[in-house]
């Protein structure tokens, strides 16, 4: 717990210190040492869930029933009689 503080405490004074730097203001430095963890967080949140769906994808069996095939609006199931695929 005590390395993830330190760490932590070290983002915050790189953010407020590069955040000062650039602006020279001690009041935007401040907002955006605050705002951007805040946005970091709400992008995780999403990205998690995109790379889930992701790793789900990719561990299904190639060929599983009810797999998509095929392109355009002609899409249909393989597990479908052959006749259904044909008539796409």
Same mark, same amino acid.
């Given at each position: 717990?005590?390395?993830?503080?330190?760490?932590?405490?070290?983002?915050?004074?790189?953010?407020?210190?590069?955040?000062?730097?650039?602006? *020279?203001? /001690?009041?935007? %430095? #401040?907002?955006?040492? $605050?705002?951007?963890?805040?946005?970091?967080?709400?992008?995780?949140?999403?990205?998690?869930?995109?790379?889930?769906?992701?790793?789900?994808?990719?561990?299904?069996?190639?060929?599983?029933? *009810?797999? /998509?095939?095929? %392109? #355009?609006?002609?899409? $249909?199931?393989?597990?479908?009689?052959?006749?259904q695929i044909m008539a796409c």
């Open positions: 717990m005590a390395k993830t503080l330190s760490f932590g405490a070290m983002h915050v004074g790189i953010a407020f210190g590069l955040g000062y730097a650039f602006t *020279g203001s /001690v009041a935007t %430095a #401040g907002v955006l040492t $605050v705002v951007e963890p805040l946005c970091n967080m709400v992008a995780h949140h999403f990205f998690e869930g995109w790379w889930e769906r992701r790793e789900h994808v990719r561990a299904q069996p190639a060929g599983e029933e *009810g797999e /998509v095939v095929g %392109a #355009g609006a002609g899409l $249909v199931a393989a597990s479908s009689p052959p006749s």
